[in-house]
């Protein structure tokens, strides 16, 4: 699950040193609007102009997405443990090799 980072939306906006008027006008939308997603009162726009500015921009929709705090959970929660596992079955996969 990932959230829309508004601030990322603006901040990448600024880096290229486009106004939100030219971004509008070349999107086809209001300054209004664009002005609402960025400051977060509108909080997600639909994802054919988010692909739109992220073309526009020259990166990937996901730059402008927060991992959620669930995400950055490992996917093995003791991996020692699964790694013990794992050797033990290494090691009579390579006994039972070697007794053949």
Not at 9 to 36: D, F, G, N
Not at 45 to 73: H, M, N, Q, T
Not at 90 to 97: A, E, L, P, Q
Request: hydrophobic content about 35%.
């Amino acid at each position: 699950m990932t959230t829309f980072n508004h601030e990322a939306l603006k901040k990448t906006r600024r880096l290229l040193r486009l106004k939100q008027c030219e971004v509008a006008e070349r999107l086809k939308m209001t300054q209004s609007l664009l002005s609402k997603w960025e400051s977060g009162v509108i909080p997600n726009p639909s994802s054919k102009k988010l692909s739109e500015i992220a073309e526009l921009y020259g990166c990937d929709v996901g730059d402008f997405f927060i991992p959620s705090k669930r995400s950055k959970k490992p996917l093995v929660e003791k991996p020692k443990e699964v790694n013990k596992a794992l050797q033990i079955d290494i090691n009579i996969y390579h006994h039972i090799v070697a007794s053949e």
